[in-house]
């Protein structure tokens, strides 16, 4: 990606910066509580289009359509994730745990290359407004990878300004403080780490599917 790792001045008229996400999500799922168990769940509908992949967790289109785009990302910062993981579990260890619970039960036992968290964000360039992530899941992880002047994170709340440089760390929660980054020059890329707050939904009874998934676990391969 050439372009997007360009020198910047993010100061001029109609400047746009690119998010490419990959992360599983579990929201606008569809419930299965009440649902019949003795049928698969790929053949209960009523006569309507269904979208059965919204009965369990799902990648978004960059992970799933750009496969090798997304194992060259994790491959080139695979270090760096594995240090966040040890330095995260060793530093809150309680936060850790509440974060770890979804991407423990991801479907087919599928192995989140950010662990604890689910998913990530790539960042290039970015500037944002002032905002806060309501449909994380409490805590976000944030790997900076800077070259230039400013773009430092301010947290409101906390009344806090973070110059991170290049491979630098921070945990925040960032459904509850406020966030946004000033404008910087130079090249400026981030890793945000997150996990999606429907996803509590799965972790509690599979969003109602459970017995399905007991039942008929023998059949999702051949199906």
Not at 58 to 69: A, H, I, P, Q, R
Not at 85 to 107: C, G, H, K, S
Not at 167 to 187: A, D, K, M, R
Request: charged share 20%; proline share 4%; hydrophobic share 35%.
């Amino acid at each position: 990606m050439p372009k997007e790792l360009s020198w910047e001045n993010s100061r001029h008229f109609g400047y746009s910066y690119l998010s490419i996400a990959y992360t599983w999500y579990y929201r606008m799922h569809e419930k299965g509580h009440g649902a019949p168990s003795d049928v698969h769940p790929n053949k209960l509908h009523s006569g309507v289009k269904v979208n059965f992949h919204q009965r369990v967790p799902y990648s978004t289109v960059g992970t799933l359509k750009k496969s090798m785009e997304f194992e060259a990302v994790v491959e080139i910062f695979s270090e760096i994730l594995e240090f966040q993981r040890i330095n995260f579990q060793y530093a809150n260890p309680t936060a850790y745990d509440e974060v770890r619970v979804f991407a423990d039960v991801l479907p087919l036992n599928t192995a989140s290359p950010v662990y604890p968290f689910a998913g990530f964000m790539m960042n290039f360039r970015v500037v944002t407004d002032a905002h806060k992530d309501s449909k994380d899941a409490k805590w976000c992880l944030i790997i900076f990878v800077k070259d230039g002047e400013g773009g430092q994170l301010c947290l409101h709340e906390l009344g806090l300004k973070v110059d991170g440089q290049t491979g630098n760390i921070l945990i925040f929660p960032s459904c509850w403080v406020t966030h946004f980054n000033l404008h910087f020059q130079g090249h400026r890329i981030s890793l945000v780490l997150h996990t999606d707050k429907e996803g509590d939904e799965w972790v509690k009874d599979r969003g109602g599917w459970g017995d399905h998934i007991v039942r008929h676990h023998a059949t999702y391969a051949r199906e």
